[in-house]
């Protein structure tokens, strides 16, 4: 079965750049998803396709792609953003989830 | 605004069945593009797809899990519902109910806040 791989924690100061990678063999075939969990929260849906920001999320949030490697590339980060984070794929038919493992932005 | 609410008991015995409802509001439980679906997070750990069911009744279980589930859908009560069996220690867990969007942009557009349930004698 397909994994997603995310490195479990990423560190940056405020008003630096995080950039969180996922590493899959679905991509590039199926977009990625990015969900940002705060503590005792529920996800809430960050970028989708990909590269493309829900309304309500702020533009210093985008999304890359290269080959089998995806990244949600936080800029200016602000205390706030500090969280989970988890990419989301899909097998090729589209039912089958799957979830990396998540990673921690700690802002210094 | 569409919500979503997880009920059901927050303690378990091992051994025995777990069963969570998921109440749907704001929306229709019979919408064509979507499926309904669980995902559970185990105490500081990540999140795990269970499985998602169409509410004319096709389900697709996580592989793993998939010998202990069973999910359905009450389209009159608007709530889809799962059963997980013969439970241990491992499967103490929030569990989300959501919503999947279908087609070629799938993901979850809406959650519900999370239920804890403990699995302890």
């Known amino acids: 079965s397909s994994e997603l791989t995310q490195p479990p924690s990423v560190s940056v100061s405020p008003g630096q750049t995080a950039r969180i990678t996922c590493s899959g063999d679905?991509?590039?075939?199926?977009?990625a998803y990015w969900y940002q969990q705060k503590s005792g929260q529920a996800p809430i849906l960050v970028m989708y396709?990909?590269?493309e920001r829900p309304s309500g999320i702020p533009e210093r949030f985008s999304g890359s792609n290269s080959g089998t490697t995806v990244a949600l590339i936080i800029r200016e980060v602000q205390a706030e953003d500090e969280a989970d984070y988890y990419c989301?794929?899909?097998?090729?038919?589209?039912?089958?989830?799957?979830f990396g493992g998540g990673t921690r932005l700690t802002v210094l | 605004q569409l919500q979503l609410q997880e009920s059901g008991p927050g303690l378990v015995k091992p051994s025995e069945t777990l069963s969570l409802t998921c109440t749907v509001s704001?929306?229709?439980?019979?919408?064509?593009?979507?499926?309904w679906a669980w995902i559970r997070q185990p105490p500081g750990k990540g999140l795990e797809w269970i499985g998602s069911i169409y509410y004319g009744g096709p389900t697709y279980y996580n592989p793993s899990l998939k010998s202990r589930l069973t999910m359905s859908v009450d389209t009159s009560k608007n709530q889809f519902s799962l059963e997980v069996r013969s439970v241990t220690a491992a499967d103490t867990a929030v569990f989300y109910c959501?919503?999947?969007?279908?087609?070629?942009?799938?993901?979850?557009?809406?959650w519900g806040q999370g239920i804890l349930v403990t699995v302890s004698s």
């Open positions: 679905p991509f590039p075939r199926q977009f």
């Open positions: 959501g919503r999947f969007r279908l087609g070629l942009f799938p993901y979850f557009d809406y």
């Open positions: 396709k990909g590269t």
């Open positions: 989301q794929s899909t097998d090729n038919s589209g039912t089958y989830v799957i």
């Open positions: 704001g929306g229709s439980i019979s919408g064509s593009s979507f499926y």
